[in-house]
């Protein structure tokens, strides 16, 4: 079976689980109109008819039943893997996904994460839109959004926010460009942000939210950030106010089952204390505190 043929099916448990295509899609974040076309393009590929559709939702058809139960086998059997998988290690391995903006804060933190007593490893991955922790995708993960659904432990955390950013060696002016994200990346509010409101002054854009501090950086143009990223850097200088629009909060969130693996739990107590410890920074005041010193 081919990668793409199993995200269909996992896409499909979804709007079973939901009983139609507005729940499928808070569940996963793709749109319920591309939910509604693969989940037909899985009708045509199969042959059969899953799904009846009423006002109250997608109701599964008699093939849509039977077809449900094959991929619940199917799913126990990948987290059967999952465990053989993680059994052939000495040290269990715990993921941590995130965005890349947060990973960068995970990776700065990773020596209080694990320390050097702990008998467990780590792995840093990126939280792609859709990360479904019910398929164990990632043990934790960080993100902006709270899950509604799912046998899901979560836990709010600090909320973050972000503002508009130059190099300090600019000068301010209406004159400077702008710098954005690519559109074909760009699934968050603050990854839209520039290409939504100043797309006529883009004159630089890029694929790695790396690569878009360092452009930043180096004066190719004003770009939008996470104020505990931007104002971090001395090199560059927040512009007018925050963008209160894109605030958001960070949820914290485990498969409930593997929370009460004793590495996943530490680390999410870990990631916990480390984020509530720096609220101040990721809320925009530590930029304050750094100029009244």
Same mark, same amino acid.
């Given at each position: 079976?081919?990668? @793409?043929?199993?995200?269909?099916?996992? *896409?499909? $448990?979804?709007?079973?689980?939901?009983?139609?295509?507005?729940?499928?899609?808070?569940r996963?974040?793709? @749109?319920?109109?591309t939910?509604?076309?693969?989940?037909?393009?899985?009708?045509?590929v199969?042959?059969r008819?899953l799904?009846?559709?009423? !006002?109250q939702?997608?109701?599964? #058809?008699?093939?849509?039943?039977?077809? *449900?139960?094959?991929?619940? /086998?199917?799913?126990? &059997?990948?987290?059967?893997? #999952?465990?053989?998988?993680r059994?052939?290690?000495?040290?269990?391995?715990? @993921?941590?996904?995130?965005?890349?903006?947060?990973a960068?804060?995970?990776? =700065?933190?990773?020596?209080?994460?694990?320390?050097?007593?702990?008998?467990?490893?780590?792995?840093?991955?990126?939280?792609?839109?859709? *990360?479904?922790?019910?398929?164990?995708?990632?043990?934790v993960?960080?993100?902006?959004?709270?899950?509604?659904?799912?046998?899901?432990?979560?836990?709010?955390?600090?909320?973050v926010?972000?503002?508009?950013?130059?190099?300090?060696?600019?000068?301010?002016?209406?004159?400077?460009?702008?710098?954005?994200?690519?559109?074909?990346?760009?699934?968050?509010?603050?990854?839209?942000?520039?290409?939504? /409101?100043?797309?006529?002054?883009?004159?630089?854009?890029?694929?790695?939210? =790396?690569?878009?501090?360092? $452009?930043?950086? !180096?004066?190719?143009?004003?770009?939008?950030?996470?104020?505990?990223?931007?104002?971090a850097?001395?090199? $560059?200088?927040?512009?007018?106010?925050?963008?209160?629009?894109?605030?958001?909060?960070?949820?914290?969130?485990?498969? #409930?089952?593997?929370?009460?693996?004793?590495?996943?739990?530490?680390?999410?107590?870990?990631?916990?204390?480390?984020?509530?410890?720096?609220?101040?920074?990721?809320?925009?005041? &530590?930029?304050?505190?750094?100029?009244? #010193?």
């Amino acid at each position: 079976m081919t990668d @793409s043929a199993w995200d269909d099916l996992k *896409l499909f $448990l979804h709007v079973a689980g939901e009983g139609g295509l507005s729940g499928a899609s808070l569940r996963t974040g793709l @749109s319920a109109p591309t939910i509604g076309r693969r989940m037909f393009a899985l009708e045509r590929v199969l042959g059969r008819a899953l799904f009846v559709g009423s !006002q109250q939702g997608y109701r599964l #058809a008699h093939d849509g039943e039977i077809l *449900l139960e094959h991929v619940k /086998n199917m799913q126990k &059997a990948a987290e059967n893997i #999952a465990d053989w998988h993680r059994g052939a290690f000495t040290q269990p391995i715990v @993921s941590i996904a995130s965005d890349p903006w947060i990973a960068g804060f995970v990776a =700065d933190h990773v020596g209080e994460v694990r320390t050097r007593d702990d008998a467990y490893r780590i792995c840093c991955k990126a939280a792609r839109p859709g *990360l479904d922790l019910t398929f164990r995708e990632a043990d934790v993960a960080l993100v902006r959004e709270r899950p509604q659904t799912g046998n899901l432990a979560v836990q709010r955390s600090v909320a973050v926010r972000y503002a508009a950013y130059r190099a300090a060696s600019l000068h301010e002016g209406n004159d400077i460009r702008w710098i954005s994200m690519s559109t074909d990346i760009s699934f968050t509010p603050a990854e839209k942000w520039v290409f939504q /409101n100043r797309e006529s002054q883009i004159y630089t854009w890029t694929s790695g939210h =790396d690569l878009y501090h360092r $452009l930043v950086r !180096q004066g190719a143009g004003r770009g939008v950030m996470p104020v505990f990223v931007g104002d971090a850097d001395p090199e $560059l200088v927040r512009e007018d106010e925050i963008i209160g629009e894109l605030d958001h909060d960070l949820w914290i969130v485990a498969n #409930a089952d593997d929370r009460h693996r004793v590495e996943v739990r530490t680390v999410i107590d870990r990631l916990a204390d480390i984020l509530r410890r720096d609220e101040r920074r990721f809320a925009g005041a &530590a930029r304050t505190d750094r100029h009244s #010193a």
